[in-house]
């Protein structure tokens, strides 16, 4: 017999096959990533093929007419009844019988790629843990009497080679009616991450697996539903953490569970219901089943992380920030309340990093990856509390910082939330002082004249984080504050918006009659004793590193992707770097959460990464005090920060000696 | 240095030791049995010695005063705190100086011997699953992060050398109080059948562990309490099963669920509800915490299998038959409804045989060990399904045969439950044809003088399984019946007891005014088929077996306990053997369960046994028709029985001819 050249592309791989070889066949024996369900028997259709025809110089093939065979029976009841789209073959039942290069299109690879949105964003590329596999199994024989599971682990090891998989009680309460509806044909949900089985149907599964990638945060809890094959996202949702009637903040929540004996399991039992709820209306948003979501991801920080394992957060509440398990974990999805999912489906759930820093800043570094780079990045996830990695392929280092609320609005006189409404952006005018403002809902400046129609329905509100940092910064680039955050009175400041309110001057953004929204001193201590922790935690990790410039800043959480990268260098939020090399990465957690999903050598990766980082406790280390009281001027007492000085100059203004309300506070 | 002869007993391990080295460095290095659970910390003193003194010329060593050194300071206090017996010695402190025979007391063996009661009961060797690991652990350290968890899987690495343990999530929570309560000295316990930890304790662990051995049968559930270190039965009792309520026997349970939707949840509810209430009343009865019960071995039919496990039965009632599951299983505990055991406490359950031969058949051949004797032994575990197992260490074959409820006394006239005042035990006069007989209760015979009065309080209430065996087989032997089964008329016999009841005569067994017990033909009828039914199973499996003639017959299962071997020979139930070496194991299904339970290698060899056992379908096998109606005949048509008419004479009586009953029934 013959022998013919056989040229796979996309990935070039080549080889010499018998005339005849199905060219699924030659597609396993060279390793060519070449999907399939069925296992080769013509009624899965994954392992589509587009064989190429004429001459391909580059490749020293020419492709004759013939080069694979005719449509067989198979093939041909396929096209006739689902329709083979022009030029496809099923891999399975196409044989070689010639020269010929076969195109394998993205939808027939396992390992297709997801690219990601975000700017900096590398691609996702497929390898679920969850895979289905469509197997025919004995029937029962009493001569030779066997459970109808272990014929079909039989069958799984026979026909897919896959051995020693494990099943939940709760799947095998379907497998024998699964088995009689299917005529003794099933397809196999198997998570290959945990050689277990999570699903079961009868016959050939044709939709689509689900599964949802869960950041859960102490505010918000946000989900998407993807389908495990394309990875393509079904639904995106979010909902308010329903903990947060325990507590706004992490150790508000941990005092709760402190202060109410049996405290902690009613705020497990909340949040686990609103997970299960969130699954419920996501697969209702995207017109799918919920059951068929056989796996999650959770990525979440410390405190989350135990109380929906029903772990009591009391250790993480004090020194020594004791948690009760720092590995990643597999679950059963019922374990941490999701019952409205398969009933075997599993969660896997992100290391955490330290008793701070947790699951939700893995899948940040996960996301990030600058282990996998050379420029020394940071990589700040600002909420109430800071987490903070820096390094490359070299080294990674890890602290949190214990920012506060004020970045998120709280403990600012006039803050809120981000909603519609809210004070996200602004501008002082240097010379005039006067301000000018955009509110969340409208993308018009407060000086445009159709301002005011456009906001009517929201109203002005308030001031969100990013409206604040920016109102400071703003403020401290225009003269009216000074480097040491003190706001100057109307003489020194030149306008009749800085006033005396008690003994320290506020600066009014804005007024409507009664209502007024100031930026105070207390607005701007709160700021400042935010950005000084923020700051002190990134030079920290600075110091272990022996590093003194940065070669890149990454805002991540969806805080970061509204923080304008310039004020928050003239506030001195984060160290100098190059402006156009800081750059928000958005939702990282949550995108790393959906990494995980996706690809399961991600949880190997960042499992083995996360025990590599290096954790330095801000609590304990002397220089953290150091660099938090230097970082308390604005932008900076000492720092030079260089690449902002050649971007800008700042007023050399300082009211200390004139003002009577700093000179009490001493 | 020098080094000295150390010779352990019982043993006879010996070794040469170096001068200083502690007793248990020296056993554990010779591969001694001696336990310990602190790891040499000379806190639990578990490793108790005994040197012997003196000359021991058939070891060739003579032992000098000082062979072992002087009591240190911890072995002195733990002499003053808790007491050491004279002579006794703790292994991990005292060390060899000389020339040393030092003696292993049982309590201080893991692998020690636990006698077995029943005649030929092989011993159960401890090898429990579960062990006491004390440890102690690392204290959690902010600069270098880790979980509790983590380190606590450390300590167990290094102090034990166990690796890669699993822990449940409800006993993730119980971690961290734990190991503050005990500063960070905990005992462990391991599953080691699994790789588990199933318990945390703080501090040294001093109460032993206990395991629960059920055996769940259709009617009655049984269980032991043992301790898990030594073996021993802390509590037995049983309870009946609460699914009587839904169908006396399997087919109705399983009836029950096919006739009505959701039954069989409402089946496994209740089964599962009774073994948690029996878990925890036989740890009241035995003063013990039900929550320090951390591992129990379940054994059960096929049908109780699965209604356990929450699996519809409903293919166990129709051919083929077919099981969900048959390997063994390894859950949680609380999966199966035992919530009132140790949080992360485990069950096993042994593996089913076949569709109709269940993990209480597996025990049966675990306690009997036919697979480790050469005699060609037959097990016959009688209930309302036979199962039956034959064969030697060459080969084993099982079967299960449908004798029906007749052995129980259901289609009886006068059956009853084994219950007090219940007809147990049969004798007829061959001459006067006048019968006496025992009830449950009482050890008289009815023709006592006393007899009237030691049943006062039960009565005389019907027959049991074992009595109606027995008066069927006295009738047969004082040729009131003969071998066709027929009861011949007064006139025939000669005796008014035999009385025409319709169109059939009857045996007067008991009357008292209005009340009468008797024997009717419809009762005869009934044994016959059931005996015959038994007696076909047997012989298929000695056909598929290639033997004629038995080394041995041991009759399994409570009711096993109470059939008189002569009896149920005349009968023709089993097949000839010598009559002494037809013997009664007990409740063989319950010590197979409490052998699993002790002993976890006894689980890996019923699991290899299981995949050995040649299951034959009685259902299936044309042969077992042809054995049936031979086996109709009392004892049997063609069979000889050499061994029981060694023993006796059976009339020759034929009432064939002159009965109008039976010439209607032709």
Redesign the interface.
């Known amino acids: 017999m013959t022998d013919h050249h056989v040229i796979f592309m996309p990935s070039g791989k080549r080889g010499r096959f018998l005339t005849g070889t199905p060219v699924l066949t030659a597609a396993r024996q060279l390793g060519v990533d070449l999907d399939s369900v069925c296992g080769g028997r013509g009624i899965c259709s994954k392992c589509q093929v587009q064989p190429g025809e004429g001459s391909f110089s580059k490749l020293g093939v020419t492709v004759q007419p013939g080069a694979l065979s005719d449509f067989n029976s198979v093939e041909r009841r396929y096209d006739e009844k689902r329709g083979l789209k022009p030029g496809r073959r099923l891999g399975c039942q196409a044989t070689i019988q010639g020269d010929v290069v076969i195109d394998v299109p993205a939808e027939s690879q396992v390992h297709r790629q997801v690219v990601r949105k975000a700017a900096n964003g590398i691609p996702i590329v497929m390898d679920p843990a969850t895979r289905l596999h469509f197997v025919t199994v004995e029937?029962?024989?009493?001569?030779?009497?066997?459970?109808?599971?272990?014929r079909l682990r039989d069958a799984l090891r026979a026909q897919w080679n896959l051995d020693d998989l494990s099943v939940a009680?709760?799947l095998?309460?379907q497998?024998?009616?699964v088995l009689r509806a299917g005529k003794w044909q099933v397809t196999v949900a198997v998570n290959h991450d945990e050689n277990r089985i999570t699903a079961l149907y009868p016959g050939l599964r044709e939709a689509p697996l689900l599964g949802l990638a869960i950041d859960l945060g102490s505010t918000t809890i946000a989900a998407h539903l993807c389908d495990l094959t394309t990875g393509k996202v079904r639904a995106s949702g979010g909902v308010m953490n329903p903990q947060i009637r325990f507590g706004e903040d992490l150790m508000s929540r941990v005092s709760y569970s402190m202060m109410n004996p049996g405290g902690d399991v009613e705020m497990t039992n909340v949040v686990r219901d609103a997970l299960d709820q969130l699954a419920v209306e996501l697969a209702a948003e995207a017109g799918v089943d919920a059951g068929d979501i056989v796996e999650s991801v959770i990525v979440c920080n410390p405190v989350m992380h135990h109380l929906l394992?029903?772990?009591?957060p009391?250790?993480l509440g004090q020194?020594?920030?004791?948690?009760?398990?720092?590995?990643a974990l597999r679950?059963s999805a019922s374990?941490v309340g999701l019952t409205s999912v398969a009933v075997a489906a599993r969660v896997y759930i992100l290391p955490?990093?330290?008793?701070h820093v947790g699951a939700d800043a893995a899948a940040v570094a996960l996301a990030e990856a600058p282990d996998q780079d050379d420029p020394m990045t940071l990589i700040v996830d600002v909420g109430t509390n800071a987490e903070i990695i820096l390094g490359n392929r070299e080294r990674l280092l890890a602290c949190s910082s214990p920012t506060g609320p004020a970045f998120e609005g709280a403990q600012i006189s006039a803050g809120q939330r981000a909603a519609p409404g809210a004070i996200e952006r602004v501008e002082i005018d240097p010379v005039t002082k006067e301000p000018r403002f955009r509110v969340i809902g409208s993308d018009l400046w407060s000086d445009d004249p159709s301002f005011a129609e456009a906001t009517k329905d929201s109203g002005i509100t308030g001031i969100c984080g990013s409206g604040i940092i920016e109102a400071v910064a703003e403020m401290r680039m225009a003269g009216i504050v000074d480097s040491k955050g003190l706001i100057g009175s109307p003489v020194q400041v030149g306008t009749s918006r800085c006033e005396l309110v008690g003994r320290t001057h506020s600066y009014l953004l804005w007024e409507d009659g009664e209502r007024r929204i100031h930026v105070t001193q207390g607005d701007i201590r709160a700021i400042q004793l935010a950005k000084s922790a923020l700051y002190a935690g990134a030079r920290l990790l600075m110091d272990e590193a022996g590093v003194d410039t940065l070669d890149k800043i990454t805002l991540a959480g969806a805080f970061g992707a509204h923080i304008s990268p310039k004020h928050a260098m003239v506030l001195g939020m984060i160290p100098d770097a190059e402006l156009s090399h800081i750059t928000s990465a958005g939702n990282a957690a949550g995108h790393g959460a959906r990494m995980a999903l996706c690809n399961k050598g991600a949880r190997a990766h960042i499992e083995a990464l996360v025990r590599k980082i290096e954790?330095i406790?801000t609590?304990?280390a002397p220089r953290f005090q150091e660099h938090f009281v230097a970082a308390n001027a604005i932008p900076h007492a000492t720092a030079p920060f260089p690449h902002l000085f050649a971007e800008l100059t700042l007023p050399d203004v300082s009211w200390n000696i004139a003002s009577e309300g700093r000179r009490r506070r001493r």
Chains 1, 2 share one sequence.
């Open positions: 029937e029962p024989d009493m001569d030779a009497p066997s459970g109808d599971l272990e009680l709760p095998l309460r497998l024998q009616p394992l029903g772990v009591d009391v250790e020194s020594p920030f004791a948690l009760a398990t720092s590995d679950l374990e955490c990093i330290a008793g954790k406790e609590a304990v």
